[in-house]
């Protein structure tokens, strides 16, 4: 386990990670959100040692430097284009397999792994951002570390790229090993994460499982598309409900499917679709940091 | 750290611009020691039973500033390319990645600044024979020149060392590379006068024999030595400090 305590770290005088604690449990895959500019890279940059701060990380109840061979328990993808642009993409991962006491019969087979072995004589300086963030997660992978801290890593990656980092994380991860990741892609976040944290403005937000995040902050709603919608609308007012419109039909929270469906076959509307709707890890996400943006952008059209 | 020792050996080595340096470096000598010193070389020269011993100390000192790059960039591209993240988590001790880099540039500088040493009184021999010349008999102090030359082309990329390691910029640490020792260090010897010989680059100047034109009795090469070894140990001592210290970005 990860256990991560207190970490705080300022620049100048701003706050960028405000007393954060968390653990990263191994056979599962821990995302990591938070809106831009929220302190994600600088909290994974603490606990890996890499910028100064106040606070502790333990791997496995001890801090990373004080293990022989740190590449054996911890891989990292920080930064996409982490690579001299002239050193091949083999040359790259040999240096770094030479630095970290790691066979170099492992160079060839996390290029193999990630899809690179045509490229490995290339100097990645030319690689697409898909390309570049393949080798680094291959860098990560370099010696089957315990655990996996990736920043970012499907960005820039195809949809079958996508697919393939989901598959192989989760895959890692059920090995027993742990998985810290953060991203943006709150969708495929959904479908891979077990556990989630979630910081704002440097604070921790949440820590919880993904199913409870939803749960905890999404109120799940039921959807119905009718014939006659004015009608519906109605007797929905007359009984003192609430509703949106939305999807050609309305979107209401509280009362159940039998309970609409009743008042629509009373009041002789014809359904067309009616169905629950669950929360999303965006609703979650947008309910949670609500007032946390570091950037915030003017609503569309607005200039 | 034999880990990280193999890994710097690999950095410099898996590197085009070490090979774009080493061959600028190559061909200037050629050209200078072949073609200026040989060939085209004036018969007062010729008479000159120093001739191949200075050329060997002026090679030296004008090539030292390109062994010097291939240390700078060893530390620069590593914030430049982000790289310094690997670095220090593939390692347990962030002295060791700094220890390995201050060995591997010290053999580099060496061996390149070798090189260039026997290779200049060899290609000024080979352009004198070529054109059908006549050598006046040489006299070589070996054992001087050699330390002297060793420790010019050491220390020149131990200073560009240091500088990346303070700077860490690449651009910040070429530019103060390049106007530090002339510019900056000739400016100041209008108000230190003779005592500018106790600045680095000018007791470095003063090992190779350079320096000795503007004060030649002011200090000894061996207390040159002495003078810029202050330096450096002071420059490291700040350098290892703020490498332990800095965020690795």
């Not at chain 1, 690689?127 to 820039?156: C, H, T, V, W």
């Not at chain 1, 009362?255 to 629950?276: H, K, M, R, S």
Request: hydrophobic share 45%; proline share 3%; charged share 15%.
């Amino acid at each position: 386990m990860i256990k991560v305590s207190r970490l705080t770290k300022t620049f100048k005088k701003k706050l960028a990670v405000d007393d954060i604690s968390f653990e990263v449990e191994t056979g599962k895959i821990t995302g990591f959100l938070g809106p831009n500019g929220a302190g994600k890279s600088t909290t994974m940059r603490l606990m890996l040692g890499l910028a100064s701060g106040k606070g502790s990380t333990l791997f496995d109840n001890k801090p990373l430097h004080n293990y022989n061979q740190p590449s054996r328990l911890v891989g990292i993808l920080l930064e996409a284009k982490a690579f001299h642009p002239t050193r091949s993409a083999r040359n790259h991962l040999r240096v770094l397999a030479t630095a970290g006491n790691i066979p170099l019969k492992r160079v060839d087979e996390v290029l193999d792994v990630v899809g690179l072995k045509s490229e490995a004589k290339k100097g990645p300086g030319k690689f697409s951002l898909g390309m570049s963030q393949r080798l680094g997660i291959a860098a990560a992978l370099l010696a089957q570390p315990k655990y996996l801290i990736l920043d970012e890593p499907a960005n820039g990656l195809d949809p079958e790229g996508i697919a393939w980092l989901r598959q192989f994380l989760k895959s890692y991860a059920d090995q027993g090993n742990g998985v810290f990741v953060s991203s943006h892609l709150l969708s495929e976040m959904s479908q891979m994460a077990d556990n989630v944290i979630v910081i704002g403005k440097g604070k921790l937000l949440a820590s919880t499982s993904m199913k409870q995040l939803i749960a905890g902050n999404v109120r799940s709603s039921i959807f119905v598309r009718v014939t006659k919608q004015t009608t519906l609308e109605r007797i929905l007012k007359e009984r003192g409900l609430t509703f949106e419109k939305v999807d050609n039909g309305l979107k209401l929270v509280g009362p159940t499917t039998d309970e609409i469906g009743q008042l629509a076959f009373d009041g002789g509307v014809p359904i067309l679709e009616l169905a629950t709707r669950g929360g999303s890890l965006e609703e979650a996400f947008l309910e949670i940091t609500a007032g946390s943006e570091e950037f915030e952008a003017r609503p569309g059209g607005e200039s | 750290m034999i880990a990280a020792l193999k890994a710097e050996v690999l950095k410099v080595l898996t590197i085009r611009s070490t090979y774009v340096i080493v061959g600028i470096a190559l061909a200037i000598e050629i050209f200078v020691t072949f073609y200026i010193s040989g060939w085209q070389t004036s018969s007062v020269a010729l008479h000159q039973p120093d001739m191949l011993a200075t050329g060997i100390a002026q090679t030296v000192h004008a090539l030292s500033l390109l062994t010097a790059l291939i240390g700078l960039f060893l530390v620069t591209h590593e914030f430049r390319y982000n790289t310094a993240a690997y670095s220090l988590t593939l390692s347990n001790n962030r002295s060791k990645v700094l220890a390995a880099k201050i060995i591997v540039v010290s053999v580099v500088a060496v061996i390149l600044t070798l090189i260039i040493a026997i290779l200049s009184p060899l290609l000024s021999l080979l352009g004198i024979q070529a054109h059908h010349l006549h050598l006046a008999t040489q006299s070589i102090p070996y054992k001087s020149l050699l330390w002297r030359c060793l420790f010019y082309g050491w220390g020149y990329s131990m200073a560009g060392l240091v500088i990346a390691a303070l700077v860490r910029n690449q651009i910040g640490a070429l530019v103060t590379l390049f106007i530090v020792p002339g510019t900056i260090e000739g400016l100041l010897m209008l108000w230190l006068k003779h005592h500018v010989v106790y600045l680095p680059f000018s007791a470095l100047n003063i090992i190779i024999g350079h320096g000795q034109g503007i004060y030649p009795n002011a200090i000894t090469p061996f207390h040159a030595a002495l003078v810029f070894g202050g330096w450096l140990i002071g420059g490291w001592v700040i350098a290892w400090i703020l490498f332990i210290r800095r965020d690795a970005a």
